[in-house]
């Protein structure tokens, strides 16, 4: 069985950083998609980074310059590290993966909570 298990999240003050872990159990996802999306109160989860095998990596243009999105292979385990966060970086994150030829992403984490005050 697939399993995201996501960690990392917490309470933070703007301005200040945190790192999101994501480790994968079940299956290895080498050559495949990784990637995170958050979920704010009220609002569609949307996109935030993914991660590809021999490509650069994804960002969307709120989190550009801010937030880095890398993985460790060996330990089938994607991290976004957070700098800079905003109040508007408060939500829901969440790992997903997809198998490489897919359009959707088949596996989800459970998410945690990030939340920055002002």
């Known amino acids: 069985q697939v399993q995201l298990v996501e960690s990392g999240g917490g309470l933070v003050q703007a301005g200040g950083s945190l790192r999101l872990s994501c480790a994968a159990s079940g299956r290895t996802f080498s050559n495949d998609d990784m990637a995170w999306f958050r979920q704010a109160p009220g609002k569609e989860r949307e996109f935030v980074a993914r991660s590809r095998w021999s490509f650069s990596p994804l960002y969307a243009d709120s989190v550009k310059g801010r937030f880095t999105i890398f993985r460790e292979y060996a330990k089938n385990t994607v991290y976004l590290q957070m700098n800079s966060l905003k109040p508007e970086d408060t939500a829901v994150y969440y790992c997903?993966?997809?198998?490489?030829?897919?359009?959707?992403?088949?596996?989800w984490g459970q998410g945690t909570q990030v939340t920055v005050s002002s």
């Open positions: 997903a993966a997809r198998q490489i030829g897919l359009n959707e992403y088949n596996y």
